[in-house]
């Protein structure tokens, strides 16, 4: 692990971060510490992917930078870690930059991917612009909740609640419910959701749209929510409407 103070920097500004950067070069991991503490950030450095975990849940960043291709642990697999229980936004840097490699690495849930050797200016700007989108959806987020009887779909806590009973949503299970739920009865396309709930291009994966609003589904069913329900408009896409009891 890198010695990294993560003092403030007298340069932070509102919207200066906690960044965590997991990268097992060590010059790379101080070269983004860096460029990411002089845009006013603070952060903590680690070079052995093992330790990721744990200094997450120590650390609590507000972003996470990931290298893809780290001995022991690769980034893959942290990703896929870190969306079990976390929505914090995932940059990854990778001199693995083909079209291919960016798409499995964000269909996995990064939120944007950056490739080595990369341009110090670019880097700082991707991490402003990921902090800021996640800061505007927190802002609009806290103290909400869309209630439909006993059935809360709590936006702070990313939570879906069935009278005593939390369901077990993943975090794009969820980002999928407050999407459909936040607009009751609204026709939601495939595309609307990719882009909306994944972020993708238009058109790129229907299917996966399908895949994951089945299991939102059987999560409602076996939560016995009576309340809502997820139609499907042929043709077209889906809507979330209320059922009158």
């Known amino acids: 692990m890198l010695d990294q103070e993560t003092a403030p920097s007298s340069r932070r500004d509102a919207l ?3 960044i965590l950067v997991v ?3 060590r010059d790379v991991a101080r070269l983004v510490s860096t460029v990411l503490e002089e845009a006013g950030h603070e952060v903590k450095a680690i070079t052995d992917a093992r330790q990721a975990m744990d200094t997450f849940h120590e650390f609590h960043p507000d ?3 990931l290298d893809v291709l780290m001995p022991a642990v690769d980034g893959i697999s942290l990703c896929l870690q870190l969306r079990r229980n976390s929505d914090v936004p995932v940059l990854f840097l990778s001199a693995k930059d083909d079209p291919p490699d960016r798409v499995v ?11 080595k050797p990369f341009d110090n200016d ?3 700007a991707r991490v402003e ?9 927190n802002d609009h987020s806290k103290d909400r909740q869309l209630r439909y009887g006993r059935f809360i779909v709590d936006l702070a806590s990313m939570q879906a609640i069935a009278g005593d009973k939390q369901l077990p949503l993943t975090p794009t299970e969820f980002k999928l419910l407050r999407t459909l739920a936040g607009e009751p009865g609204r026709v939601f396309t495939r595309d609307d959701l ?3 709930v994944w972020s993708y291009e238009p058109g790129s994966d229907t299917r996966l749209v399908d895949v994951h609003v089945g299991r939102l589904r059987k999560k409602l069913e076996q939560a016995e929510v009576s309340e809502v329900l997820i139609e499907t408009a042929r043709g077209f896409g889906y809507r979330l409407i209320e ?3």
């Open 243 to 245: 059922r009158s009891n």
């Open 129 to 137: 612009a990921l902090l800021r989108r996640d800061r505007v959806h």
């Open 194 to 196: 990719l882009v909306g």
């Open 105 to 115: 690495g964000l269909r996995i849930g990064a939120d944007d991917y950056l490739g």
């Open 16 to 18: 200066g971060g906690r």
């Open 23 to 25: 990268d097992d070069d």
């Open 63 to 65: 972003l996470v930078t």
């Open 122 to 124: 670019e880097l700082a």
